[in-house]
């Protein structure tokens, strides 16, 4: 996954770090790249199916049992199986609503291919002889503990960083039970980090080009901190999709900061945008020095 863009104070962001032209993240070598691409075309495949056995597992059952006759020939209650399921999901949230929380389980896949890849070069383990019957006990014992706590290594070191972004799904999920939207801060989040590159590199790319004369003895140099303070000018234009980004984080998830009456309960993103539009206040927090009042705010004066 893409290093994410260093956050300077005030929630301006520098151009990323270990990304290759155009704002593109390096590709993995080797086979790695080929198991993160077919990783993740399995997670989208296979998700509708996790997602409805998620919502069977935390116990929500939204449609009726119906009569059916088991084997022998006996009337009996099924439940319905994952094809009704799966549709009652479409007819309530959409196509596109069977795939709730498959961001965040495409990137914790990623980020799981990706850490097993590198645990196993950084501790690599000697090339083994499959356990035999030519070896006696302790032999044959050795090389299955070996093998097994190299293997444990990488399978721990790789949950402990796909974790967090592995229960964002779960709970992006399980939202459909009470139709909250407690997580919902990614998709600002990404469109930040689009606008945000595209921008950065574009405007980058034309100074460059057309604005920096190569006659000029210090234009390498010029150059060399174009996309720096690119960075950090179009960072003031997409800080209004980090704050509604975290804002969303936060928003109706049962702590104080995110109810009434420090916020407002927002259905969506969008919405959370358009209040904060109203009051003026889509840069707040943009300036940790120098902060106005908002025009649509009112205080009692002593």
């Known amino acids: 996954m893409a290093a994410a863009a260093a956050v300077l104070p005030g929630g301006l962001r520098a151009p990323p770090a270990g990304l290759g032209p155009g704002g593109r993240p390096e590709p993995v070598e080797g086979t790695e790249s080929l198991f993160v691409v077919l990783g993740a075309g399995f997670t989208a495949l296979s998700h509708p199916l996790l997602y409805v056995k998620l919502l069977i ?28 399921y799966a549709r009652h999901i479409v007819e309530v949230d959409g196509k596109m609503g069977i795939f709730r929380g498959l961001a965040p389980r495409i990137i914790s896949s990623t980020l799981s291919t990706v850490t097993r890849g590198t645990v196993k070069k950084v501790f690599p383990v000697e090339d083994m002889e499959h356990v035999s ?21 990488m399978q721990c070191m790789s949950r402990v960083i796909s974790h967090p972004l592995h229960v964002i799904s779960m709970r992006c999920m399980v939202q459909f039970v009470g139709r909250e939207v407690k997580y919902s801060g990614l998709v600002p989040h990404i469109l930040g980090d689009v606008v945000f590159l595209w921008c950065c590199n574009i405007l980058a790319h034309f100074i460059n080009t057309y604005a920096v004369d190569d006659n000029f003895s210090q234009a390498s140099v010029i150059r060399s901190y174009t996309k720096f303070v690119m960075g950090i000018a179009v960072s003031m234009l997409t800080y209004p999709f980090l704050l509604v980004g975290d804002l969303m984080a936060v928003n109706n998830c049962g702590l104080r900061a995110g109810l009434p009456p420090y916020s407002p309960v927002f259905t969506s993103w969008v919405q959370c945008w358009r209040h904060l539009s109203a009051q003026g206040q889509l840069f707040r927090g943009s300036s940790l020095l120098f902060r106005r009042v908002s025009a649509a705010a009112t205080f009692p004066i002593d």
């Open 57 to 84: 597992q935390v116990g929500h059952e939204p449609l009726p049992p119906t009569i059916g006759r088991n084997v022998l020939g006996r009337k009996v209650l099924y439940l319905p199986g994952f094809f009704t």
């Open 133 to 153: 019957n030519k070896d006696d006990v302790k032999t044959s014992l050795r090389k299955v503990v070996k093998e097994t706590s190299h293997e444990m290594l």
